[in-house]
Structure formats: structure tokens, C-alpha cells
């Protein structure tokens, strides 16, 4: 079959689709990836179909100057939807529906509105993809919301008070969708009843929880034909991507070393926090990995205290097992990859998921929280040290690693998808 797959986002939200994308291709499928255009060549490269779809980040200008309003603590999610997406939703639907002339299925993020307009337009069948439980509002299992953190002193108040909330959420941001309803009339479609940021981003044929059950079960309130199937993994900047030569010599030179990153987004906007992490690990007296982000050494101090070193990029799935304990900003692309890698974490949570990964990572019992305004060489050395302490989170990571790498994300989503397929 021809499938197209669709993305909009970081790293962490085109990762899972080249990991998908490349399972599928593998039992036979002609597989096209429809995203932004600055990651044309990281698709071809893989030998994926690739397809732009506006809007281009270099729109937006350098990372820098908006980057920190993309992630910004309680309002950044609705920074994205209404300045970065529905701006440029005419575009993406254009760019979308040429992408999906001769597909058999289109595949997609939450962000990208513009798909169940091409799909319905088209008369294509289409699954949904949800990366994070967070995702899903679900009144059983309530979220942290970065843009309503004070939900959290009622999480024990029950479902009805929670569905309460989300239907007054529903009803704020219903105008925020107005440009949806819009295109739709203007392709000749009718208005839909579903809010495109609830209900309407889930698929009526099939929606993939692609995390684990691990750190969100499925829920009554979730979408009947939602399937959980594991994490999906892909972590190469580059196809058959090797770690570091310098690296690899620096971590075989000694014990395990504490790796401090923040992701593909955050990571530019990083404020101290480099600086901090070599200070904790100084105090600590443990050997640490700063994973900079690619061409970027932003807010890295140097000289470097002795046993601390700096690189740009390197794949989780190669370092992170070799590693202590990871400090991150819990992204669930990173969250998935540490979880994997059976290792302690701290996280500095932004925006978006990442609270409420962080919380769920919490009472996993595999790590700990320390806020972006609280994070500082002292208290990131005070709870790593906690963290390396053998007898508990170090041993109960390793154990909830065990049980992520029994799962096996790609093979449950290619079947779930082939019997949409047949």
C-alpha cells in the first residue's frame, strides 16, 4: 500500500514517524513523510518518500527569538497552535492534499489540522498518532497542564470534575479553531461539530497511543479503537550515525558519566542550565556529558571543570545506556529513550507534555522534578546524588527499562494499521 505519513514539530515529534514510517517500509509499503521542509534531507537520506508541507521554521526566524515563547511555561502550547499552525493552515492543507493524491492512508499528528480536511476532501481513511498521555485529557487519568497548573491541587476531586474543566477548556478555546471551520467551507466541506483540539483529533478508524502502557494505561474516556503499542524509537542525525570518536574514547576512559541534555526544542533556550549541570557534577565529583545541540554551544562556559565535556549531538540509544543517570527537560522522545536505557532521571520540565511526563516519571518512581526557576548546581547535585543511591531508583529504573524493552512499538503499530489496511 501507499501510505503517507504527516508531522509538524521538534525532533521528537518527527522521530516516531521515521521510526513508523521505516517499520512500514520494511514489510513492503511505499512510505512518503509530509512535514516541514527543513527536514527533507534527514527523510531522503533513510530512502523515505518526502513531500514539503508549510509552514518552513525558518519562517519563524532563528530559533533563538521565538524559541522561547514556543516554550514558554504556561503559555507556550497556545503560542504554537495560534501563531505557528493555523497561520499557515490554507498552506498545509494545499501542500497536504497534493502530498496524499494516491495514497491508500495518511497517518498523522494532532498538529496538523489540516488532515482530516484533506482526508474528507480526498474520501482517504486516516489514523490518528498520539505521542504523549497528555494527549488524551483524560478525566481518569488527569494530565499536569502547563497553561493550568493549579488543576493539580484537584487531581483527587474525581472525573466529573475533571470533564467539567475540559468542557469548559473546550468552549475557551473553540474560537481559537474558528480558521478550521473556515477552510472547511471554503473546500466545499461541512463545518464539523468536533473540536479539532478534543475529540476532533482522533481518527473514527484508529488512534495509536505510540508510548508505553508502562506510563499511561488506556482509560475509559479514551476513543474505543485506541491502541497503545509502545514507544517507537529513531534517535540518528544522520543514517548510520556512530557515536563520537571523541565521545566514545571520553566514555570508555572511565566510570559512567552523568549526561545532561535538553532535547532537540528547548535545547535553544537553554538560560544556565549548562552551566549549572557542570557546577552539580563538579560538586558531585562524577565525569558528565553536556549535549549541546547540533552547531550550538549556547549558555556552555568554558574551561569545563575536569571530567565534564561538551559535545553537540549524540544518539540516546548509544549513550544513555552507558550512563549513570540523565538530566533532561522531559520531552518524550528523551523521557522514552531514558526509560529504555533503564537509568535514572531528573527533569527540568518547559512546557507542552513535559510537566506532566515529568510527573508520571515521578510516580514511576524512576526520578525526580526540579522546575526551571529552582534548577541550580546545589539542588541538581542534592537529588542526583539521591538518584545514584543503588537501592532505589537505580534499581527500579533498571527494572522498568527491562519491561520498555520487551515491548516492541513498531510491530504492534504496523499490525494495528495493516488491519485498517485490509
Not at 504523549?132 to 493539580?152: H, R, V
Not at 508505553?212 to 503499542?229: A, H, L, M, Y
Request: aromatic residues 10%; charged residues 20%; positive net charge.
Amino acid at each position: 500500500m501507499k501510505i503517507l505519513l504527516t508531522t509538524f514539530g521538534s525532533l521528537g515529534d518527527l522521530h516516531p514517524y521515521m521510526a513508523l514510517g521505516l517499520a512500514l517500509k520494511k514489510r513492503g509499503h511505499t512510505i512518503g513523510i509530509a512535514t516541514s521542509p527543513n527536514y527533507r534531507e534527514k527523510i531522503e537520506a533513510e530512502g523515505l518518500n518526502f513531500y514539503p508541507v508549510r509552514p518552513d521554521f525558518d519562517k519563524f526566524g532563528p530559533p533563538s527569538e521565538w524559541m522561547h515563547k514556543a516554550m514558554h511555561k504556561r503559555t507556550g502550547s497556545e503560542y504554537v497552535v495560534k501563531q505557528m499552525v493555523l497561520p499557515h493552515l490554507t498552506e498545509a492543507y494545499v501542500d497536504l492534499k497534493r502530498a496524499a493524491i494516491g495514497s491508500d492512508l495518511i497517518i498523522g499528528h494532532p498538529l496538523i489540522y489540516a488532515l482530516p480536511i484533506a482526508a474528507d476532501k480526498l474520501d482517504l481513511p486516516w489514523v490518528s498518532v498520539m505521542l504523549q498521555p497528555i494527549t488524551f485529557f483524560s478525566a481518569f487519568d488527569p494530565p499536569i497542564l502547563p497553561a493550568a497548573p493549579y488543576l493539580s491541587l484537584f487531581r483527587g476531586a474525581g472525573p466529573k470534575f475533571h470533564q467539567w474543566f475540559y468542557d469548559a477548556a473546550r468552549k475557551r478555546t473553540l474560537s481559537w479553531m474558528e480558521p478550521v471551520q473556515k477552510l472547511r467551507t471554503e473546500v466545499g466541506l461541512e463545518r464539523t461539530s468536533l473540536h479539532p483540539l478534543f475529540e476532533g483529533q482522533y481518527s473514527p478508524l484508529l488512534n495509536l497511543a505510540v508510548f508505553s502502557s508502562v506510563i499511561g494505561e488506556k482509560q475509559p474516556d479514551w476513543p474505543d479503537n485506541s491502541v497503545i503499542t509502545g514507544f517507537l524509537y529513531y534517535d540518528k542525525a544522520e543514517v548510520n550515525q556512530e557515536l563520537d570518536a571523541q565521545l566514545s574514547e571520553f566514555l570508555d576512559a572511565g566510570p559512567p558519566p552523568i549526561v545532561f541534555t535538553l532535547g532537540s526544542a528547548a535545547v535553544n533556550n537553554p538560560g544556565q542550565f549548562y552551566d549549572e549541570s557542570a557546577r552539580a557534577a563538579k560538586k558531585l565529583g562524577k565525569r558528565a556529558v553536556l549535549l549541546t545541540g547540533k552547531g550550538s554551544a549556547a549558555g556552555v562556559k568554558t574551561p569545563l571543570p575536569e571530567g565534564v565535556r561538551a559535545f553537540e549531538y549524540a544518539p540516546y540509544s548509544q549513550l544513555f545506556p552507558r550512563a549513570a543517570a540523565i538530566v533532561h527537560q522531559g520531552g518524550i522522545g528523551t523521557t522514552a529513550q531514558a526509560l529504555r536505557a533503564g537509568k535514572p532521571q531528573l527533569i527540568m520540565p518547559f512546557s507542552h507534555d513535559q510537566p506532566d511526563n515529568a510527573n508520571r516519571i515521578t510516580k514511576m518512581g524512576v526520578g525526580q522534578v526540579l522546575t526551571r526557576e529552582t534548577f541550580s548546581a546545589n539542588r541538581a547535585a542534592s537529588r542526583l546524588k539521591t538518584l545514584l543511591q543503588p537501592d532505589r531508583y537505580v534499581s527500579r529504573a533498571a527494572e522498568v527499562g527491562a519491561l520498555i524493552r520487551s515491548e516492541s512499538g513498531e510491530q504492534r503499530a504496523c499490525d494495528a494499521i495493516e488491519s485498517v489496511l485490509r
